[in-house]
C-alpha cells in the first residue's frame, strides 16, 4: 500500500461512511471520485437527520409546545456552530438558505433592489471571472439585463490561473460588485483573494466569494477573507442536501432589503406595508431547512473533531500523489494547474480523443464514479477548446489505492478504445 505522509486515518474514517462499503456492477467496490459534486454523508450527520425526524420534528420559532421549542433550538444550535466553523463576528450574520446558488442569487437580487450606495444600475459595473461556476455567472447576467450595468470578468492564463494583468482595467471606480470563486470547482485552482480584495476595496466595492468548494476543504476564515459575503453550501461538505449558508456583514444586512416575503422575515404587517425583522431572520422567509440545518450541524461537528487544517493536509499529499500518478497517463492533458501547488483536491482531464462520457462509463463499469461534462463551468471548457472533461475529486476519506484504482482504470479505458 502507498503511503504518502500527512495522510488521516482513512481506515478509520471511511468506517464512518456507510455508502464507500457499497459493491456494484458484480461486486465491484465503490470507488467514490465526485466530491466536487457532493460528498458522502458520514453516520454521525445521518444519525443526526433521523433523531430530528424521529424525536424532535415541529416548526421552529412561532410554538411555544416543547417539540417547537426543541426544533428551535436545534435550528439556531446549528447557526451558532456554522458562525464558529466560519469565524464569523456574529451568529446574525450567517444566513441559511437552500444552496450556494441561491445564496448568489439572493446577493444579486438584494443589490439590484437596494438603496444607494449599493444600487447596481445602468452607471454600475459588475466583475466576475471566466473560471465561475454557472451559479456564480448567471445571477449577475440577469442582474446586468435589470438593471442595465456593465458585465466585466477575468481571463484565464494558459495554465488555469486567473489573469489579474489587467486588474486595474477590471476593477475600476465604476465597479460595484466583485463576484468569484475561492477555488475553482472545474480545475481546483485556488484564487489570489488577497489581491483581488485589495483592489475591490481601493474602488469601494463590494466583494462577495462562493466558497462553495473552499468549505468543505480547508480552514474558512469569513474575517482573515475581509470580503463582504460568503456563500457555500452543505451537501458538499458532509451535510445534507437543500441546506446553503450565506454570510454576509452585519451591517450591510441592516441596510440591504430583502429579497423574498412571507412569514417569519417580518415585524409588522398590516394591509398597507409590512416591516422586516432583523437579520438572519430577514432573508429566511418561510419554514427554513430545519432538518438539514440540523444535519448541518452535525456536519461541522464531525469535519470540526477530525480539524480542517488536518482535512487540508491529507488531500494536498492525495492530489499531489493523484497529479503525478496521472501525468504518467499517455495522452492525458490535465486543465488547469498540472501541479499540486495552489490548487483543490479536483483534477479534471482529456484523455486523447475519447470523449469524457465515454471514459466516465467504462470508468463506472469498473465502479470508479467521476464526473463527465463541463461541470456547471463552460465558459472553461470554451476557453480551451474542449468540449467537456473528465473530473476527479478527493475528499478527507479518499485513498492513495483509489487513485491508483483510477490510474489502472484509464488504462482499461484506453486499451477499450484502442
Not at 428551535?72 to 451568529?91: C, H, M, Q, W
Not at 468548494?213 to 458538499?236: N, R
Given at each position: 500500500m502507498t503511503q504518502l505522509p500527512g495522510l488521516l486515518d482513512t481506515e ?407
Amino acid at each position: 500500500m502507498t503511503q504518502l505522509p500527512g495522510l488521516l486515518d482513512t481506515e478509520a474514517i471511511r468506517k464512518d461512511f456507510p455508502l464507500l462499503d457499497r459493491q456494484i456492477h458484480d461486486g465491484k467496490k465503490v470507488v467514490y471520485l465526485d466530491n466536487a459534486a457532493t460528498s458522502q454523508k458520514p453516520r454521525q450527520v445521518l444519525d443526526a437527520l433521523n433523531a430530528y425526524y424521529e424525536r424532535h420534528n415541529a416548526n421552529v420559532h412561532r410554538g411555544v409546545h416543547v417539540l417547537a421549542e426543541e426544533a428551535t433550538a436545534l435550528y439556531e444550535g446549528a447557526r451558532d456552530k456554522v458562525a464558529t466553523f466560519i469565524n464569523a463576528p456574529s451568529r446574525d450574520e450567517v444566513i441559511f438558505t437552500k444552496n450556494a446558488s441561491e445564496s448568489l442569487n439572493l446577493v444579486a437580487n438584494m443589490l439590484g433592489w437596494a438603496d444607494e450606495p449599493y444600487r447596481v444600475d445602468r452607471e454600475t459595473e459588475i466583475v466576475i471571472t471566466e473560471m465561475e461556476h454557472h451559479s456564480n455567472i448567471v445571477p449577475w447576467q440577469l442582474l446586468a439585463q435589470r438593471t442595465g450595468a456593465k458585465l466585466k470578468w477575468f481571463g484565464i492564463t494558459d495554465d488555469g490561473r486567473l489573469d489579474l494583468s489587467n486588474i486595474d482595467e477590471i476593477i475600476t471606480e465604476q465597479t460595484k460588485i466583485v463576484s468569484f470563486t475561492l477555488v475553482s470547482n472545474i480545475m481546483g485552482t485556488i484564487n489570489p483573494v488577497e489581491t483581488i480584495v485589495r483592489r475591490a476595496q481601493e474602488v469601494g466595492a463590494l466583494v462577495c466569494i462562493d466558497a462553495s468548494q473552499a468549505a468543505p476543504h480547508m480552514v474558512l476564515d469569513v474575517q482573515a477573507l475581509q470580503a463582504d459575503f460568503v456563500a457555500f453550501t452543505g451537501h458538499k461538505m458532509c451535510g445534507p442536501t437543500g441546506i446553503g449558508v450565506l454570510w454576509g456583514r452585519q451591517e450591510l444586512l441592516e441596510d440591504l432589503p430583502p429579497f423574498l416575503g412571507g412569514g417569519e422575515m417580518i415585524e409588522t404587517v398590516s394591509m398597507h406595508s409590512s416591516t422586516y425583522a432583523p437579520a438572519p431572520h430577514k432573508f429566511e422567509a418561510g419554514t427554513p431547512p430545519i432538518a438539514q440545518a440540523v444535519g448541518l450541524g452535525a456536519a461541522v461537528d464531525y469535519l470540526t473533531a477530525i480539524g480542517m487544517d488536518k482535512i487540508a493536509a491529507h488531500e494536498h499529499a492525495i492530489t499531489e500523489y493523484a497529479v503525478k500518478r496521472l501525468l504518467e497517463v499517455p495522452d492525458l492533458r490535465i486543465v488547469g494547474p498540472s501541479t499540486a501547488e495552489d490548487r483543490g483536491a479536483t483534477i479534471s482531464f482529456t484523455l486523447g480523443d475519447i470523449h469524457p462520457h465515454d471514459v466516465g462509463q467504462v470508468l463506472d463499469e469498473q465502479g470508479i464514479a467521476v464526473r463527465v461534462g463541463h461541470h456547471c463551468a463552460r465558459p472553461v471548457c470554451l476557453r480551451y477548446g474542449i468540449p467537456a472533461t473528465t473530473r476527479a475529486s478527493f475528499y478527507l476519506y479518499s485513498t492513495p489505492a483509489e487513485v491508483d484504482a483510477l490510474v489502472e482504470g484509464l488504462e482499461h479505458v484506453r486499451n477499450f478504445f484502442g
